[in-house]
């Protein structure tokens, strides 16, 4: 299975989504809060990173909860924050 290239768009909003896992994740290690979700640490390293910018809706689920982040208000933030970099061109 061939899988279409992203955006700069969609990379710029994985690397924002990124930001804010690491920002909600403060002082907790890596392996804690991963652990807590239910996903490897390199998974999480590398949705930190905006290596993995579109992360399974059950991983961002998993994570959310385990920083007892609101899935609303991480979409929310995501996409107006996104927005503001570019538009994406819509058909």
Known sequence: MVRTP???WERQRGELFGALIRRARGDR???EVAAAAGV???TLRK???GRAPTPAF???AALAAALGLSLDE???TCASEADSWQEPLTA
């Open 74 to 76: 991480l979409a929310a």
């Open 58 to 60: 059950f991983t961002v």
């Open 47 to 49: 949705i930190e990173t």
């Open 29 to 31: 290690s890596m392996v």
């Open 40 to 42: 490897s640490a390199e």
């Open 6 to 8: 992203l955006t700069p």
